[in-house]
């Protein structure tokens, strides 16, 4: 099924341009010219992904990208503007707006960003699926060394040692576990722990002092904390061979 792309722009000339580009890269794609009408095409379609002009009379794309999170979270966004400003950037950034394009731009750079945007969109509902399933099999995971995690109770324990966690802290821990071996960048961290996104500078500074009291609480556990891998200048992993390898 093709994804379906919205263009949300008060300039027909651009939306029609945009639309061009994408139908030809075999995307079904619709335009409307303002906020409001952008709001009612997504409360009443499937949309995969969304270009949107940050400036447009009446709603602007930010207040457009603040309900579509709200009505249609799964929905990726891309900022269209020919007034880049930082505060406009840093918007993005929290709104969880997928990219931050300066008009004029390229066609390759629009179909690259459409790319990645989708690309993100089936990782994010992937690893949504992934998560149903295991609450469909349950909520206990097995950890080294005989070591039992409870993602309801939010609670480590092994025999009469036992750990609570906070709600940040099991959710940092059941998204390593569930995407065990993979490297997580502190970005990543940060939007599946704490649904927002930060500036890349930021990120690291709020991630370290997470992933720091989540190793001293299972540090009650030999060798557990090892668990929780370090990629320098990239983000963290969970690799129980850590645990494995210190015992």
């Known amino acids: 099924m093709k994804p379906t792309l919205l263009i949300v722009d008060d300039e027909p000339i651009t939306a029609q341009s945009l639309m061009d580009i994408l ?41 457009v990208a603040q309900v579509v999170n709200q009505i249609s979270p799964e929905t990726e966004i891309i900022f269209l503007t020919a007034y880049a400003s930082t505060d406009s950037a840093i918007q993005a950034l929290r709104l969880r707006v997928h990219d931050y394009l300066i008009k004029p731009v390229a066609p ?36 080294p060394n005989g070591v039992q995690f409870d993602l309801n109770r939010r609670l480590v324990w092994k025999g009469e040692e036992q750990v609570f966690l906070t709600v940040a802290e099991n959710r940092l821990l059941e998204v390593l576990l569930t995407g065990a071996g993979k490297v997580f960048s502190h970005r990543e961290i940060i939007l599946l722990v704490q649904g927002y996104h930060v500036a890349p500078h930021e990120a690291p500074e709020l991630v370290r002092p997470m992933v720091s009291r989540l190793r001293q609480k299972l540090s009650i556990f030999p060798n557990l904390e090892k668990c929780i891998v370090s990629i320098r200048g990239s983000g963290y992993m969970w690799d129980e061979r850590e645990a494995k390898m210190a015992g």
Request: no cysteine; net charge negative.
């Open 108 to 143: 390759q750079e629009v179909i690259r960003s459409v790319q990645k945007g989708l690309e993100r969109r089936a990782s994010r509902l992937s690893a949504k699926e992934k998560l149903i399933e295991k609450e469909e099999r349950g909520q206990i995971f097995e950890l």
């Open 23 to 63: 139908r030809l890269e075999g995307y079904h794609v619709e335009a409307v010219h303002n906020g409001p009408a952008a709001i009612e095409y997504v409360r009443t379609h499937p949309v995969d992904l969304m270009i949107v002009d940050l400036r447009m009379p009446g709603m602007s794309g930010v207040e």
